[in-house]
């Protein structure tokens, strides 16, 4: 079998049809356990940052969901700073995070370069 016959076999219906079927019961079971733990996250990141507002809740939904994939705590730091160099506040980060991952390490740091930085001697 050549390669255009091998082509043209990846575009007949069945073959499709069949790569689907192969992968929809994996694909629902996955995506049912997801969508409970995204509901999950999705309730206490809004009870957390009550009182913000409502059109950054959907920020901090989504930098919690980034966090929760992150298992160092230099990505975790790394994701937190991308994330308040968007404009969200670092305070309710914090309590985000120390709600629901119980990690604060980092959290008050700020990069400042007139700590360290002399005209005379910068290096």
């Known amino acids: 079998m050549g390669r255009?016959?091998?082509?043209?076999?990846?575009?007949?219906?069945?073959?499709?049809?069949?790569?689907?079927?192969?992968?929809?019961?994996?694909?629902?079971?996955k995506q049912t356990s997801y969508f409970a733990s995204a509901v999950e996250l999705e309730t206490k990141v809004k009870g957390i940052v009550d009182g913000c507002p409502s059109y950054l809740v959907h920020f901090y939904i989504a930098y919690a969901e980034e966090f929760r994939r992150?298992?160092?705590?230099?990505?975790?730091?790394?994701?937190?700073q991308k994330w308040r160099a968007r404009g969200?506040?670092?305070?309710?980060?914090?309590?985000?995070?120390?709600?629901?991952?119980?990690?604060?390490?980092?959290?008050?740091w700020v990069w400042d370069e007139t700590s360290f930085w002399d005209e005379d001697a910068w290096w």
């Open 70 to 80: 992150k298992k160092t705590d230099w990505e975790r730091w790394i994701v937190t």
């Open 4 to 29: 255009t016959e091998k082509y043209a076999a990846k575009l007949q219906a069945g073959v499709i049809a069949q790569g689907y079927e192969n992968t929809k019961d994996l694909a629902v079971k």
């Open 88 to 108: 969200l506040d670092i305070v309710r980060m914090g309590d985000v995070t120390c709600g629901l991952f119980n990690w604060a390490c980092g959290m008050s």
